[in-house]
């Protein structure tokens, strides 16, 4: 099972991962998370990465297909990934539809999270995030202690580019660049939609039995 999370920015691509990890045995692959992550390393890459990440806009091809492609093939992907957020491009897409067929793999389906632009900005502005990584909203999935992880206990935090001039045009970005990948797996029959409105638990048990499906047919 090689998933694909799709969809604008605060649909719940990163909460789903978390959700559907759990279900199934797959990789949660967060191009956006190891970016992150090199930035806080301080490598060159996440200082190369950290300007376009502060302005909403995308980091280059070249750096994201490097670091994805060579996520993939570690050997804990080997029996299935999920990966939110990449491909973000059309060459993103084409560059792991060629990683795929040389691993002689295939990709299962792309999950495509909906939510209308209000919806969207309404949400990040309420999402917070701990030291390591879990994601809160202060509305709609509060941890139990205001401001604190209830995992690692950490100060929880609003990213910086959650906050509203970047998420507008994070939402830009997405619509001219991303958009255009529901196309291209629509057109190779990949494509499954589902309503980022509903409530997270909704959306979960739809992709779960979605997936679920998905599997059986595979096995079949
Ligand atoms: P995310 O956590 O997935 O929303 O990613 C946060 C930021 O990391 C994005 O706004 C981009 O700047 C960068 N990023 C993550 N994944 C990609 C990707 N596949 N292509 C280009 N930039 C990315």
Redesign the pocket.
Known sequence: MNLILLGP??AG??TQAERLQQDFTLAHI???????QAKADGTEMGLK?QE??????????E???GI?LERISKDDARDGFLL??????VP?AEALDAEMAGLERRITAAILIEAPDEDIVRRISGRRVSKSGRVYHVEFDPPKHEGRCDVDGSVLIQ?D?DKPE?VRE?LA?YHRQTAPLIEYYDAQGLLRRFDGTRSPTEVHDHIRATIATLRLEDEL
């Open positions: 920015p605060g691509k990163g967060s191009t956006g998370e190891m970016l992150r990465a376009f990440m502060d302005a909403g806009q995308l980091v280059p091809d750096v994201v297909i994805a939110d957020g990449f491909p973000r491009t993103q990213r580019d970047t994070r970005v």
